[in-house]
Structure formats: structure tokens, C-alpha cells
């Protein structure tokens, strides 16, 4: 019987596309987002357990929210959860908890996901995962799922591959960053292109393999932790990791580089739910293409996201493609599509105070 793979939970992000319901101290992957009594942290974990053990996940989260997910996931050992004392995204991220895992379980497989990610067909996603892990076990591939893209989308990364339908794992020719509408098009009519879901399936040899020849600076700092992994010293030395390592993602600093990168194909209702439009998209809509969770009359009003406290009324006339939504201090009111705007948007209101964010 094979070993259960180990899943790693990249859970640190602040969620800013998502203010003001996303704040600093309590980010998306912490929220009920979608209603259904649990947070998108915890459906992630849920969506895993009938394939490996709760003290095979590992959730990796900025120092502040240990105490939420400790709060959020009880049954995980305290131990795997992965204090980052900087954020310094998703490869060092996933160095350190490979280099953790590889001292306990040299020969592990891992799988690594976002923390806040929809899937609406979780039997599908299932299989996706399990044939991703009977693929890993060749050489050493690097194994990323790649969704069957419906719209030319220009808010996610796209994966080009080698076509062949023999196999299922496909040898991945190119990555590209968010396209513009004329080139996301382009590779949608191609049909050898997919969306980048940013979740991965390895060996954890394979991948730190991969980490000494295309990011040896990093190897070399994570390297260094062997002796100090799973013992009360791991924090301290991470610490000092941390301060010797520069910001860079998973994608660049390997994914890009490696010849050993397969993409499997998925398509089981995935979302990334990375901003008000992307969570727009999915919910229930009423007769003139508008979301509405709020106690609320609408005139002339389409295709608007409404998200308010239930003890209001709402009264809104003549908005199209418009976010009118308030979380605690903050009613904000948008373009439903200005998802760029965000980041100028949080900016200026921290300068307003930090109560704000």
C-alpha cells in the first residue's frame, strides 16, 4: 500500500482584492465567503481528508494568523503549522515545508495548494489529484494542474503544452503571466493552452532536486535548517532563513526553468476566487444579472454584486457593473471589474488609518 501524500496549505496571503470584507487581521482563507458555515481554509482541508491524514497537512500562514488556524484546523498537529515571519512568496513557501517534510519523510509525495480556491466537483478533482500522483512517480516530474479554460480570462496565468492525448500528463511547453483580452483569445482558440491553478503535485525529492539546480541560493539558505526541522529551534532558524531570501514565486524561480514540468488537465468547476468579480461569476443571480445579499430594492440596476448587513435597506437606481458592498467601518461603492484598483484602494485607506484595513 502506498505511504498518504502530504498536503501543504499556502494560507498567508492578506486578500486584498477582497477588501473590505478581507481585512489584515482576518483575510479571505479565514472568511465563510460562500455561505456554507465553514472558511475557505477549512474547505480545503475538508476537500483533502479522504485522502491522507490530518497530521500529514502541513499549512504554511504569516506568523499573525497562527492563531487562526489553529483555531480553524484543530486536529492538525500544532507543529505543522509554518510560521513565516515575511512574506516572501510562494517559493520559499514551499521550500520550507519541503526541507520539513524531507527530514521526516524523505520519500513523501506532496501536494500543494492555495487555501482559498473553489471546486465545485470534488470527486473530479479527486481523480485529477490521484492520477497527479501516480505521474510524479516518474523521473522527477514536477506535476502542475492545468484547468480547461472558458473564457478568454485575463486575471489568470496560462500553461501552453505538448499535445498528446495518449498520455495524461502533458510535457509543458510554455507559462505565461495574466495575457491581455487579444492574447488570452488567442490561446483560448489555440486549444493547447490551460489556466494556471497555481497547485502542484511532486516527490518532495523531485522538487528540492529542482531547487538545488534552479535556485541554489535558496536551496543552500533552506539546506541549512536540516537538524533544526520538527525541533523547538525550527522557528529561530527560520528567522534567520527568512531574512536571507528574496520575494519570488514557484513559477519563475522553477516552474519556468525546469524541463521536468508536466501539466494534468482538469475541469471540475474551478475557481481561484481572487476577487469580487471572480466570486460574482459563480453565485446565483437574479433576472437583470444582479448578486444580491442584502435587504435591498433595485431600479434600473444589472449586472451589480450588492453585499450589505441584512439591518439595512439598500436603496440603489441606474448602476451597471457596480460592487456596492460595507464590512465593519468601510461601505465601499466600485466599478464590479476594478479589481486593478484594489491595491491603490487599500493603500489610501491605511493613510486614512489602520483601523481601515
Known amino acids: 500500500m502506498q505511504e498518504k501524500p502530504y498536503v501543504v496549505i499556502m494560507a498567508g496571503g492578506i486578500g486584498s482584492r477582497f477588501w473590505p470584507y478581507s481585512r489584515n487581521n482576518r483575510p479571505k482563507q ?4 460562500l ?11 475538508d476537500r483533502f481528508l479522504s485522502m491522507t491524514d490530518s497530521d500529514r497537512f502541513l499549512v504554511v500562514t504569516n506568523k499573525h494568523y497562527f492563531d487562526l488556524v489553529r483555531e480553524q484546523l ?7 503549522i509554518l510560521k513565516e515571519p ?5 517559493a520559499n513557501c514551499i521550500a ?10 524523505p520519500h513523501a509525495k506532496v501536494i500543494v495548494t492555495p487555501a482559498d480556491h473553489l471546486i465545485l466537483n470534488e470527486s473530479k478533482f479527486i481523480l485529477n489529484i490521484e492520477t497527479s500522483l501516480n505521474s510524479c512517480e516518474q523521473h522527477d516530474r514536477l506535476i502542475t494542474i492545468g484547468i480547461q ?19 495524461a500528463a502533458k510535457k509543458v511547453k510554455t507559462f505565461t503571466e495574466k495575457p491581455n483580452l487579444k492574447l488570452a483569445k488567442t490561446f483560448l482558440e489555440s486549444g493547447d493552452f490551460v489556466w494556471n491553478s497555481g497547485m502542484f503535485v511532486w516527490k518532495v525529492e523531485s522538487i528540492i532536486k529542482a531547487f538545488e539546480k534552479y535556485m541554489p541560493e535558496v536551496a543552500e539558505v533552506f539546506e541549512e ?3 533544526y526541522y520538527n525541533t523547538d529551534q525550527e522557528h529561530e532558524f527560520i528567522i534567520k532563513a527568512y531574512s536571507q531570501v528574496k520575494n519570488i514565486s514557484i513559477d519563475f524561480g522553477i516552474m519556468e526553468k525546469s524541463e521536468e514540468v508536466y501539466v494534468i488537465l482538469g475541469d471540475f468547476g474551478w475557481s481561484d476566487l481572487g476577487s469580487w468579480m471572480g466570486l460574482y461569476e459563480i ?5 437583470e444579472e444582479n448578486v444580491v445579499e442584502a435587504n435591498a430594492l433595485l431600479y434600473d440596476t444589472k449586472n451589480c454584486y450588492v453585499k450589505v448587513s441584512s439591518n439595512k435597506l439598500v436603496v440603489i437606481q441606474g448602476l451597471e457593473n457596480y460592487l456596492v458592498t460595507e464590512s465593519e467601518n468601510v461601505l465601499l461603492i466600485c466599478k464590479l471589474d476594478a479589481e486593478k484598483k484594489f491595491r491603490e484602494f487599500v493603500i489610501d485607506a491605511k493613510a486614512k488609518g489602520e483601523n481601515f484595513v
Open 30 to 33: 479565514f472568511l465563510d465567503i
Open 35 to 45: 455561505g456554507t458555515g465553514r472558511s475557505l481554509l477549512q474547505m480545503t482541508y
Open 74 to 80: 484543530p486536529d492538525i498537529p500544532v507543529s505543522n
Open 86 to 90: 515575511q512574506r516572501r512568496d510562494t
Open 96 to 105: 520550507y515545508a519541503s526541507y520539513k517534510i524531507s527530514e521526516k519523510d
Open 149 to 167: 479554460p472558458n473564457r478568454p480570462e485575463t486575471g489568470y496565468g496560462y500553461i501552453q503544452y505538448f499535445v498528446d492525448d495518449s498520455k
Open 225 to 227: 535548517g536540516v537538524g
Open 283 to 287: 453565485q446565483d443571480k437574479d433576472v
